[in-house]
């Protein structure tokens, strides 16, 4: 039997498709393998959101024909579909970029029969349809990622994206609906909604994402998590359902980019600042409790002294959970690599790091929020004298009780929060 190994990169998108082909592999007699073992086949699922993330993916592909300078090499994704050009030299067997990931068998069957390499790259089109990937369950976790969105038409100046993963489209309701009966019946307590922009969910079938999350709800379903929103998809219609029923995570994650207008306007987002805080503020008037997480980029083209500062303070004024801080990484044909006025590496670095110490201090101050509260808590993984697990906030809580089991939730009594996470003494298990 043909054993396989499969190294992700990226975005949870990557990694439920990554599941899909660990999945199908597994089901057609092949043998998975850590990345670091001898392998005959070795996967790798690009990112090339940034140039870093490019790098580790080339830094795979090498540790691969180092393994096994024999094994069939396959590179899939993003960073296929944007810079193939470049990968010729890399010697590898079979590529596959944004459309056809679901021919993944037959395309490896084929690769193994033949001696010469395959390219699967289709140019972006207005007409591509969503590639089905069903998964029926996600091995080790007790949570369950569900794609039902892929691609981008926002073309944000500063973002690959839309190169990389061609237009907008989704996954038919029913098969959304079939899919999570599966994840359901096979044991996940909550699904998390996963896409590239997931907010867009549904309008060429003439469907919105509140609409499937109701359609959802329907089913025996104990968590509903939606992975990442733009603030100008946030509607009153799902903050009413959110406010209603409380299986739907009280956690949303709502990119800002930037706490400058001038930046925001540069990076082509489709919102200013007033316009976000307006929409924070009637989330929290509804949901007083939610955990609002977000991404900054700084650095970018143009962005002076001023503009961070203006970001400093936006984001200590709108109370993030915690922040996700990325520096500014030039991608060939975006508009912004033709923008004068690039920060330099320093500068950026520098940047970075003062707004990584204000997500610190607004996440410590959130989580303190929670002592001597109850919060329902998905346990998850045994660590050293405790059990650890998330409430439906995404706050990591560990638990003083061995006994618990893992794949169920319980209501726990906050006690503490440690500096890393919030510590609970359990009370019952929900049913």
Sequence with gaps: MLRFAISTLGCKVNS???????????????????????????????????NIAASKSRQKIHQAKKNNSDALIVVIGCMVQVDDESLKSEGIDLMIG???????????????????????????SSTVEFDEMRIKHFNDHTRAFLKIQDGCDQYCSYCIIPYARGKERSLAPDKVINQARDLITSGHKEIVLSGIHTGRYGKEHGYDLTRLIKDLLNLNIERIRISSIEITEVTDELIDLMKNDDRIARHLHIPLQSGS???????????????????????????????????????????????HLDTL????????????????????????????????????KARVRSLIEISKSLS????????????????????????????????????????????????????????????????????
């Design 16 to 50: 439920y498709e990554s599941q899909y082909y660990i999945e199908t592999l597994r089901n057609n007699g092949f043998i998975e393998v850590g990345f670091h073992e001898l392998a005959d086949i070795y996967i790798i699922n690009t990112c090339t959101v940034t």
């Design 364 to 431: 410590s101050t959130y989580r303190n929020r929670f002592i001597d509260k109850m919060v329902r808590v998905l346990v998850e993984d045994p660590i050293i004298g405790h059990i650890s697990g998330y409430t439906s906030e995404y706050l990591p809580v560990k638990i003083k009780d061995n006994s618990l089991s893992r794949n169920e939730i319980y209501e726990v009594k906050i006690t503490d929060y440690d500096g890393l996470a919030l510590v609970g003494i359990i009370k019952e298990v929900i049913k």
């Design 98 to 124: 944004a459309f056809d990931k679901d021919q993944i068998l037959d395309l490896i069957r084929l690769s193994l029969a033949r001696e010469k390499p395959i390219k699967i790259v289709k140019a972006l």
């Design 313 to 348: 303070k936006f984001v200590n004024k709108l109370k993030f959970a915690f922040i996700h801080v990325f520096p500014y990484s030039k991608r060939e044909n975006t508009l912004a690599a033709k923008l004068n006025g690039q920060v330099s590496g320093v500068l950026k």
């Design 261 to 307: 207008n001038k930046i925001l306007e540069l990076m082509k987002r489709p919102y200013d600042t007033k316009y976000y805080l307006d929409r924070i503020n009637n989330i929290r008037f509804n949901l007083p409790d939610i955990a609002i997480s977000t991404d900054v980029i700084v650095g970018f083209p143009q962005e002076d002294d001023n503009d």
